[in-house]
């Protein structure tokens, strides 16, 4: 029987596409958030010293890279761990896709997401035939609920969670006895200073216990890594050891000299201020040009987004955006009708390119 999936919704963007190809100085891609600025050199030299990795890697990870994961997030996020409360993953859609299926969930279970969110949350309850209910309000979480997504910060918007929503989150969670987990990714980019991106595993948000509480990171943002599909998740040791047991049936395990790469990355933090800066430097310009177009931008604490609306139907603002030869994403694809989404993953050329054409005053 077939799966019962939506749509891919990328495919509706092609048309944009084809009409963004078209502009006299061609195309500035907006829209996905993949890196385009190089692996720092410490990671790649690392990946290339394990290049000789003939025998299979650990699912679990190896004991360095677990060392790694709970030190960096003591030091980075103020969240004491110990390695049987930290797992590898390959890249953090597998995990965040597949989490209805490591935790055994099904027809009659409804897997709760944010209301403006990536597709990846819905996917993964319809893989394994789960509601998927797209819902901010605790209040309204039904008692079918069994699994709980959180993003902060947030993509596509960009939103922060303080400590105090995140609380309510998971107190309603241990009311549902349902798992909550926290997609994480963007932590490390936040433009906030004087409000700091707080952990679902924050020690004043748990009061003393990890329980079905899981906190999911990718060293694809912060490190350039998104080739490699490095990412891990962190929390409850009993969650973990059950994504343990299924992922070494199914053979999920990280390549090994990826999982060296994660060992220097983790234990380098040069590189990620470096990155940060040039990310906040492209966001800074093209912030300001979609402000001086008409744009008004919501959210955009953090991350590598910015989540922008004039009041027009999202795909309005596709369409004329294409017309300048910038390719955004509608905000449709989240749940949102009149927002876009443009990337600042694009060199520091086409950024001010795109900065130009929406001001008027490309050559």
Same mark, same amino acid.
């Given at each position: 029987?077939?799966?019962?999936?939506?749509?891919?919704?990328?495919?509706?963007?092609?048309? &944009?596409?084809?009409?963004?190809?078209?502009?006299?100085?061609?195309?500035?891609?907006?829209? @996905?958030?993949?890196?385009?600025?190089?692996?720092?050199?410490?990671?790649?030299?690392?990946? +290339?010293?394990?290049?000789?990795?003939?025998? =299979?890697?650990?699912?679990?990870?190896?004991?360095?890279?677990?060392?790694?994961?709970?030190?960096?997030?003591?030091?980075?996020?103020?969240?004491?761990?110990?390695?049987?409360?930290?797992?590898?993953?390959?890249?953090?859609?597998?995990? @965040?896709?597949?989490?209805?299926?490591?935790?055994?969930?099904?027809?009659?279970?409804?897997?709760?997401?944010?209301?403006?969110? =990536?597709?990846?949350?819905?996917?993964?309850?319809?893989?394994?035939?789960?509601?998927?209910?797209?819902?901010?309000?605790?209040?309204?979480?039904?008692?079918?609920?069994?699994?709980?997504?959180?993003?902060?910060?947030?993509?596509?918007?960009?939103?922060?969670?303080?400590?105090?929503?995140?609380?309510?989150?998971?107190?309603?969670?241990?009311?549902?006895?349902? @798992?909550?987990?926290?997609?994480?990714? &963007?932590?490390?980019?936040?433009?906030?200073?004087? *409000?700091?991106?707080?952990?679902?595993?924050?020690?004043?948000?748990?009061?003393?216990?990890?329980?079905?509480?899981?906190?999911?990171?990718?060293?694809?943002?912060?490190?350039?890594?998104?080739? &490699? *599909?490095?990412?891990?998740?962190?929390?409850?040791?009993?969650?973990?050891?059950?994504?343990?047991?299924?992922?070494?049936?199914?053979?999920?395990?990280?390549?090994?000299?990826?999982?060296?790469?994660?060992?220097?990355?983790?234990?380098?933090?040069?590189?990620?201020?470096?990155?940060?800066?040039?990310? *906040?430097?492209?966001?800074?310009?093209?912030? +300001?040009?979609?402000?001086?177009?008409? =744009?008004? @931008?919501?959210?955009?604490?953090?991350?590598? &987004?910015?989540?922008?609306?004039?009041?027009?139907?999202?795909?309005?603002?596709?369409?004329?955006?294409?017309?300048?030869?910038?390719?955004?994403?509608?905000?449709?694809? =989240?749940?949102?009708?009149?927002?876009?989404?443009?990337?600042?993953?694009?060199?520091?050329?086409?950024?001010?390119?795109?900065?130009?054409?929406?001001?008027?005053?490309?050559?």
């Amino acid at each position: 029987m077939p799966l019962n999936l939506p749509d891919f919704p990328w495919d509706a963007l092609a048309p &944009y596409a084809e009409r963004a190809r078209a502009h006299p100085r061609g195309m500035i891609d907006l829209s @996905v958030g993949s890196p385009v600025d190089a692996t720092p050199a410490v990671i790649r030299d690392a990946l +290339a010293a394990a290049g000789d990795a003939h025998g =299979y890697p650990q699912t679990a990870g190896t004991p360095e890279l677990r060392e790694a994961i709970v030190e960096w997030f003591a030091r980075r996020r103020g969240v004491e761990l110990g390695v049987a409360n930290v797992l590898p993953t390959i890249g953090s859609k597998e995990f @965040v896709a597949g989490l209805p299926l490591f935790l055994g969930l099904g027809p009659g279970d409804t897997v709760v997401h944010p209301s403006v969110a =990536y597709p990846s949350y819905a996917l993964g309850a319809a893989v394994v035939g789960a509601t998927a209910l797209a819902e901010d309000d605790p209040a309204r979480w039904p008692d079918s609920t069994r699994l709980v997504w959180l993003n902060s910060p947030g993509n596509p918007d960009g939103r922060v969670l303080g400590v105090d929503e995140l609380r309510a989150a998971v107190a309603r969670a241990r009311e549902l006895d349902a @798992v909550i987990a926290s997609d994480e990714c &963007y932590a490390e980019l936040n433009w906030t200073e004087d *409000r700091p991106t707080p952990s679902i595993l924050d020690p004043a948000v748990i009061d003393g216990s990890r329980h079905n509480i899981l906190a999911v990171y990718s060293l694809s943002k912060q490190s350039n890594l998104a080739g &490699y *599909r490095a990412g891990f998740v962190a929390g409850c040791s009993q969650v973990l050891g059950q994504v343990l047991g299924v992922r070494k049936h199914l053979g999920l395990m990280t390549p090994a000299p990826v999982q060296a790469a994660m060992v220097a990355a983790l234990g380098d933090e040069a590189h990620v201020d470096a990155q940060r800066e040039v990310y *906040r430097a492209r966001r800074g310009v093209l912030r +300001a040009a979609l402000e001086a177009s008409g =744009y008004r @931008v919501d959210h955009s604490e953090a991350g590598l &987004y910015l989540w922008a609306t004039t009041g027009a139907p999202a795909w309005e603002s596709v369409a004329a955006l294409a017309d300048a030869g910038i390719l955004a994403v509608p905000g449709t694809f =989240y749940g949102d009708e009149t927002h876009v989404r443009l990337a600042l993953t694009a060199t520091d050329e086409d950024i001010a390119e795109a900065a130009a054409r929406l001001t008027g005053t490309a050559g």
